[in-house]
């Protein structure tokens, strides 16, 4: 059974980077031909928002309303992948989720395995 957990800190102050890891475990490697994974956020009240996402030969693609403020990158070593949002405001305040998924983007059919989520707070 494929699992991913986030880790990260759940409280960020305004301008800061906000930074969270996903460990991959139960038999999926980051490196696994055909397989994406991204980083997914909600907002409280609001819908999915699709972030970004590393493919298997490690290309990344970026949401274009986030892609000045964010970078994802991995750990082949660790079975991890890293997101980091800089110059957070509250407005960046969601459940962060990481995923596995067929294709990147947020087409969420194409999605198999998800984080349980981790609440961000985006405050002073």
């Known amino acids: 059974q494929v699992q991913l957990q986030e880790s990260g800190p759940g409280l960020v102050k305004p301008s800061q980077t906000l930074s969270l890891t996903c460990t991959v475990s139960g038999g999926s490697d980051t490196t696994n031909y055909y397989y994406y994974w991204s980083w997914i956020r909600q907002p409280p009240g609001k819908g999915l928002e699709w972030m970004g996402a590393i493919s298997y030969s490690g290309t990344t693609y970026y949401s274009p309303s986030l892609k000045s403020r964010t970078s994802i990158s991995r750990d082949t070593s660790k079975n991890q992948f890293t997101v980091q949002l800089s110059s957070v405001t509250p407005e960046d305040t969601a459940v962060y989720y990481c995923?596995?998924?067929?294709?990147?983007?947020?087409?969420?059919?194409?999605?198999?395995?998800w984080g349980q989520g981790t609440q961000v707070t985006v405050s002073s």
């Open positions: 995923a596995r998924s067929y294709w990147y983007g947020s087409n969420w059919t194409k999605y198999d395995y």
